[in-house]
Structure formats: C-alpha cells, structure tokens
C-alpha cells in the first residue's frame, strides 16, 4: 500500500491507494464521530456494501444507509435531497460521518450533503470506479448537475480521508475503466510527458486491470492532484488545468442527456477539440494531436464528438464556469504535457475546434 496526503495545514488528509485495503484499520483515526452514514447506490451497494458494513461494524460504530439509483441522471436536487432525509430519519447529529461509497455521481453528491447537512459534518471517498480513484474522491469539489449545465451547483468539501482500493476495479465494466482512463490520461497530457510515455507502454496492461499497473496510475495522478490542490484549494489558479477537455464535454454531457455519454468519454473527445484549438494556434503542432488521439484509441475512447449542432455547443459552453465577465477562457495545450488558461483564441477557430471534430455522418 502506498499513501500520500493532500497538504491543507490542519485539513491534511491521506489517499491509501492499494489493494485489499483495511479499512476499519487505515479509517479509524479519521472516523471520530459514532455516527456513520454510508451513501453509495445499488450497483456498488450490491457488490461492496456488506464487505464496508463489516469493516465499519468492526469498529463499533452507529451505521446507516442510504442507497441512491444508480446513474449520472441521478446528481439531481431531487436525489440529493434523499440523503438529507436519511440522515435526519437515523436521527444524526453534527458531529456524524458521511461515507460516500460508489463512483463520482456518489462521492459528489454525498460530498455535498455532507457540506450541507447541519452546515457540514465530516466526509470520507471510499472511491469505486477508477475516474473516482484518480480524480473526484481528491480535491474537495462536491455538487449535483441542473438541466442547464453540468455540476452547476455544489461546494467544496475536504475529505478526512480517501481509500482507494484497486481490488474494487476488477468489476467495473470495460466502458467504466475506459472512461477512467481519459483522466489519467488528462494528468500526462496537461503537465507530465513522461507520464504519457508511461501510458503508452502500459496501456494493455491497464486494460488488463494489472493491479500494480493501475495502482502506479492512480498515484501518479493522485500526486499530481494532490500537489495541484494544495497550492490552489479554490481554483483561482492552476486548479484549472484539472479541466482539460471538460468545457468541451460538459457540453456534450449536457446536450446528449446526462449519462448518455459518460463523464470521461465526453472529456476524450473535449480534449482532442482543445488539442485541435491549440495546433490552430500553433502551440502544437499536427504529430501532436496525432499522439492525442492514438493515446485516447489506445484506450478504447471516443476521439469526436457526436453530430451536435455548433450553436448549441457554443451555448453550453457558455455555461462554463471558467467563463470571467463573459469572456470563454479555454485550457488548451502549449506543448504536449504543458497546459495553460487561454481566451486568445477568434471565435472562428474555436467553431472550427469543434466542427472537425464531430464524429461523421
Ligand atoms: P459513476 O459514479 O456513475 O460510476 C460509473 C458506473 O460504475 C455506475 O454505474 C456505478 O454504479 C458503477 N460502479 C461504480 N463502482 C463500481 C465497481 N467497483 N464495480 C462495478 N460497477 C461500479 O461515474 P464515475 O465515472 O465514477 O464519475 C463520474 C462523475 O464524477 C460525474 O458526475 C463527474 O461530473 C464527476 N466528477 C467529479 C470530479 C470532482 O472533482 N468532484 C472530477 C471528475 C468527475
Ligand atoms: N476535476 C477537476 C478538479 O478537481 O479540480
């Protein structure tokens, strides 16, 4: 097992990244309260939650449920709102802790219950899928969807502590890994060349669900996240780059209907538009975008988007929260494994990012 930390002064807090973690071991310190209110939904309740109930009964705590459906459809005002009423039917105080059992849908949503519950109480990511591993359960960024636009409402909310465990992997469906790994490949492709390099002679391995192959990724990009989020906690900096891609596929998420496109198919395709923007802009050059999308092929992701119509694209975009007094700002690419926030682009090639990307008719 190897552990890292988020380095927040007083909030510091572990990821335990392994396989066959203990959890009533690794979390006891980080559970003060008695109370314990596990959210997860009935995917990953089925397959995980007797396992947690055990480990959390091991350590004589007061253990409630609440089990959401499953689906990106689901990270709904409606569905939040169930685990408020959990929480308060079980009778819990200030001073109990929510677990979020599951993948990103769970951990954001239960991130920010836990944010909002009694105006906040302690919060654990036992993080299942491998987006979740490498990317959500990290940082503190909780919230829900609205129709408009994606995770348009949330807040942040540390964890106590983050417990990823390798061995959950081995059920995820392919489409579901998949998907994880277009943010791994984010964290090579805005800030760690070499890393790219490492993925392309590891890629089969990581399709293969190689534990340590998968466990070497998930640190890295847990390092990498956890370095990034202790220098900018609030994203008025180089946070940011942590979205490469997403302005792009937030608006496919959107316009295609949550869930339909998973969360890191929609960014693959995103981040071949941002890496197309920034060969127009001749930061990179054509090899490059080349090298973007055999990486994104390599791990079975979509590398265009579907046929959405420029306007509408434009509009969800529009929508995007690094959008600063009306201005779209954009993470584009200086070099492969060096991003940067830009809004020096026309409109013209922007359009142009997203045309020559669609998918054929
Ligand atoms: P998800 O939570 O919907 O999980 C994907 C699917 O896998 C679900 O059907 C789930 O039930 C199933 N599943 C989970 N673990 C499993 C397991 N071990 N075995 C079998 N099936 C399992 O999706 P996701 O990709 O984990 O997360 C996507 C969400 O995360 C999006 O809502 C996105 O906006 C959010 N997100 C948040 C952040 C953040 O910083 N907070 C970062 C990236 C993404
Ligand atoms: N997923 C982007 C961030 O956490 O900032």
Redesign the pocket.
Known sequence: MQTLFVELGERRYPIFIGHQLDGSKLLNQYISSQQVMIVSNTTVADLYLDHYLQQFQAMGKTIATCILPDGEKYKDFQHLHLIFDALLEAGFNRDCTVIALGGGVIGDMAGYAAASFQRGVKFVQIPTTLLSQV??S??G?TGINHPLGKNMIGAFKQPEAVLADMAVLDTLPDRELSAGLAEVIKYALLGDLEFLTWLELNMAKLLDRDREALAEAVYRCCAH?AHI?AADEM?KGD??L??LG?TYGHAIESYMGYGTWLHGEAVAAGMVMAASLSAQLGWIDSKDVVRVKEILSQANLPIASPRIPVDEFLAYMAHDKKVLNGQLRLVLLKGLGQAVMSKDFEQSQLIQSIQDNLLAE
């Open positions: 990317d959500s990290v940082g960024k996240k989020v994203e946070r940011a942590l979205n997403h």
